[in-house]
C-alpha cells in the first residue's frame, strides 16, 4: 500500500494512531531519530571535551543571540548547577562570553565567541545535512505535519493543562 493513501484515514482507522502501540512506536521513531542526528555531532563534541549540553547551549546562544542563563534554564530543563558547569566550561574554551546587561546587571547575556561561532556552524551542518535528507525524502506536506506534531511536545510539563 502506498504511504499517501495511509495518510488519508478512512473512518474505521481515524483514530489508530492514538492508539498505545502506535504513540510507543512513534516515541520510539523519535528516540532513533535524535541518536542519528547527533551521531555525527557526539563525536566532534568529544574530540572537543563537550557533551550534549555543551552543544545544546551552543545552539541557543547561535540563534538567540544576548539569551539569558534563564530563558537556557527554561529552554532546556536542566538544573542551574548542570547549567552552570557547562557555561563555565564553554567560557573557559572561550566558545561563549557572558556580558552585562546596561539595564539589568542581573541578566547577564550570552554571546558566542568567533571559535563558537565557527564550532555551532560546524555541529549544525552535520544536523542540516541529514534533516535536509530526511525532509526531500519525506515532502513538504509530511515537514508541515511533522512541525505540526512538535508544537505542541515543546510545552513544558509544567504549563501543560492537566
Known amino acids: 500500500m502506498s504511504s499517501r493513501l495511509m495518510d488519508v484515514p478512512s473512518s474505521a482507522t481515524a483514530h489508530l494512531y492514538l492508539r498505545e502501540d502506535r504513540i510507543r512506536q512513534s516515541y520510539e521513531a523519535m528516540m532513533l531519530a535524535w541518536r542519528t542526528l ?6 566532534l563534541l568529544r574530540e572537543k571535551g563537550l557533551g550534549p549540553a555543551h552543544h545544546r547551549i551552543l545552539f541557543l546562544a547561535a540563534a538567540h ?3 539569558t542563563p534563564g530563558v537556557l534554564l527554561n529552554s532546556l530543563g536542566i538544573t542551574k548547577q548542570s547549567l552552570g ?3 563555565g566550561d564553554l567560557r573557559e574554551r572561550k566558545l561563549l562570553i ?4 546596561r539595564h539589568d546587571r542581573r541578566k547577564r547575556p550570552l554571546r558566542l565567541t568567533a571559535s563558537g561561532e565557527a564550532l555551532e556552524r560546524e555541529l549544525f551542518l552535520m544536523i542540516r545535512e541529514v534533516m535536509t535528507r530526511a525532509y526531500r525524502e519525506a515532502g513538504m506536506t509530511a515537514v508541515e505535519g511533522f512541525r505540526r506534531v512538535l508544537a505542541p511536545l515543546q510545552v513544558p510539563a509544567e ?3 492537566r
Not at 547527533?38 to 563525536?43: L, M, P, S, V
Open 98 to 101: 557572558q556580558e552585562e546587561d
Open 159 to 161: 504549563s501543560r493543562a
Open 65 to 67: 543571540p544576548g539569551i
Open 38 to 43: 547527533n551521531a555525527d555531532c557526539e563525536a
Open 85 to 87: 558547569r557547562a557555561l
